[in-house]
């Protein structure tokens, strides 16, 4: 717990790091030199005591560009995400998805139409599957990367590259179990819009 403590407060700093730089703003200060952890009895007594020194790796120019063709990415993404689902949500007041029965009795339509915009709405609230498998890629190519250079540093001696390259495979490592976990949530919301508009779908079909 100790360690992940102290793995979050370099991560969020780093990344705080790499917003301002692509803001073009100064580097923001540290939030601390060294934390400390201590558990104490239900008397408040201190029973263990754990501190350490916090140590940021710099940041290159190489990260830079990457976070920031990152970020830009993830605007286009959120900006195409909203024109995708203002069509969608008018496709579905209108009612005019191709090769869909609409329903003659009014009620039955306003239904139709409720549920045609819940659909568009659980697609368009996350993102594509090819977008999370495309991170997901990425993150364990990085991961890897990572793995190769701390095998290296290690065999040279040089501690100082291991622990970098020790740290950056624990942040690709949650990289990818982040991205494992987001795509299984995608397809989940992308199989209930399809059982909602089936339900739609059902709801469509004139009764005999």
Known sequence: MFDLLCDDIVADHRYAVLDARVAGEPDPEPPADTTRFVVRDHGGVEKVAISAELTYPPVSA????????????????????????????????????????????PQVRRVVSTLRVAAASLREDVPTL???????????????????ALVAAEAAGNEREAEHARRHARWWRRGVDRWTHLTELVTEAYMDAEEVDDYADSLSIPST
């Open 130 to 148: 090819e977008f999370c498998r495309e991170q997901l890629t990425v993150a364990q190519n990085t991961l890897s990367a990572a793995a190769r």
């Open 62 to 105: 190489k990260a830079v560009v990457t976070h920031r063709r990152d970020t830009e990415a993830s605007a286009k993404w959120e900006a195409a995400r909203r024109v995708r689902r203002e069509k969608a949500e008018a496709a579905a007041r209108t009612l005019s998805e191709a090769a869909r029965e609409v329903p003659l009795d």
